[in-house]
């Protein structure tokens, strides 16, 4: 906003309250133009407008979505959108989405050619059950089975020791 800056001959408290409320009011003026412009943002527009962005971005709210995750996936659908049917694309829709990390296999020589390995972890698989089901139906491929695999990581330990095959034979006799 700009500031205002009345100049008068005559300077003094009156002229300064006309000033603070000339600014305040035109601030408020301006906010109510902006208005309209700050609710096309999905971050932090209204509800009521969010819904109608996820209408027309083909976006449903599914049962028990939190409202954080639905404004994250109301402002990237055309992105995803763009990046469906390929695994880059699906990479980067699962992260962008907060899933995280995942493996993407296909057309494996022991499996029918249309299923797709999904590898999760076990936590990514049981705090995003539902998201994933949605994010499969909306953006996976077309004639394509999705198999969920989790991958659980497993710590090993390796110890080096060194071995230089010496042997020794002692007999002991009474």
Not at 27 to 45: F, I, M, N, S, Y
Not at 52 to 67: T, Y
Not at 90 to 114: A, F, N, Q, S, T
Not at 142 to 149: E, G, H, K, L, S
Request: with cysteine; charged share 25%.
């Amino acid at each position: 906003m700009i500031k205002l800056d009345l100049k008068f001959w005559l300077a003094g408290t009156e002229l300064t309250k006309l000033k603070l409320a000339a600014q305040s009011w035109w601030e408020k003026v301006e906010g109510w133009l902006r208005w309209p412009l700050l609710q096309l943002d999905a971050a932090t527009c209204h509800l009521t407008i969010l819904d109608l962005l996820a209408w027309q971005r083909d976006i449903n709210r599914f049962k028990g979505e939190p409202e954080s995750l639905y404004r994250l996936r109301v402002k990237h659908a055309f992105v995803n959108a763009v990046d469906a049917g390929s695994t880059a694309g699906m990479k980067r829709i699962l992260v962008r989405l907060g899933v995280g990390y995942v493996e993407i296999e296909e057309r494996k020589p022991d499996r029918d050619w249309d299923v797709v390995l999904l590898k999760l972890s076990n936590n990514q698989l049981a705090d995003n059950p539902e998201l994933l089901r949605v994010l499969i139906q909306q953006y996976g491929r077309t004639c394509r089975r999705y198999d969920f695999v989790t991958i659980t990581p497993v710590t090993m330990g390796v110890a080096l020791v060194h071995f230089n095959d010496d042997q020794q034979t002692l007999v002991a006799r009474l």
